[in-house]
């Protein structure tokens, strides 16, 4: 079974020209906890996805998947 994908924020960073270690330093996480979000393996808190709006200069709804169908 295949990990179901919440976030996006693997390619919002790519998008944006950052990197996952400025992410976790600007957050103070460890690399590992912000990789681990960009593999959808562990998704971070309501309140740490809007922080990482905030860097990223993104609305908060950009770094989720959206559930409506295509």
């Known amino acids: ?3 179901l994908k919440l976030n ?5 960073l790519v998008e944006n020209n950052r990197s996952n270690k400025e992410l976790a330093k600007h957050l103070g996480k460890t690399v590992s ?7 959808n ?4 808190s309501i309140e ?3 922080e990482i709006s905030k860097f990223l200069k ?3 709804r950009e770094l989720l998947v959206s559930t409506l169908p295509k």
Do not use: A, G, H, N
Not at 41 to 44: H, I, L, N, R, V
């Open 1 to 3: 079974m295949s990990k």
């Open 8 to 12: 996006k924020i693997k390619v919002v």
């Open 33 to 39: 906890t912000v990789s681990r979000w960009c593999t």
């Open 48 to 50: 740490t996805l809007y």
């Open 41 to 44: 393996e562990y998704q971070p």
């Open 58 to 60: 993104v609305d908060v």
